[in-house]
């Protein structure tokens, strides 16, 4: 059973930083392209991040140029990077695991990150 265990989250000032954490386990984490999502309330879930097996990255607009993807194939694990957070960041954050057909689809449960004004 693959499984994704997200950490980092927090309340923070805007302006300020966090790092999200992403663990994989139960499958070759290397296989999959990785990827951050995020949902605020009352919003649809969005692609924030994305970083393929051979770590092309792709970012949202609104991400780009203060957000970070990466990965460590050896420690399974998809980090990502966020610098100069607004409120509008707000919103529950989700790994993403995209292995196709073959190998499946799978998500974490998701970690808060709130940004005060």
């Known amino acids: 059973q693959v499984q994704l265990v997200e950490s980092g989250g927090g309340l923070v000032q805007a302006g300020g930083s966090l790092r999200l954490s992403c663990a994989v386990s139960g499958s070759i984490f290397s296989l999959y392209t990785m990827g951050w999502y995020r949902q605020a309330p009352g919003k649809e879930r969005e692609l924030v991040a994305r970083i393929t097996r051979d770590s092309n990255t792709y970012y949202v607009d609104s991400a780009k140029g203060r957000f970070t993807i990466s990965r460590d194939n050896a420690k399974n694990t998809v980090d990502l990077q966020m610098n100069s957070l607004k409120p509008e960041d707000t919103a529950v954050y989700f790994c993403?695991?995209?292995?196709?057909?073959?190998?499946?689809?799978?998500w974490g449960q998701g970690t808060q990150v709130t940004v005060s004004s």
């Open positions: 993403n695991a995209q292995g196709g057909v073959l190998f499946g689809v799978y």
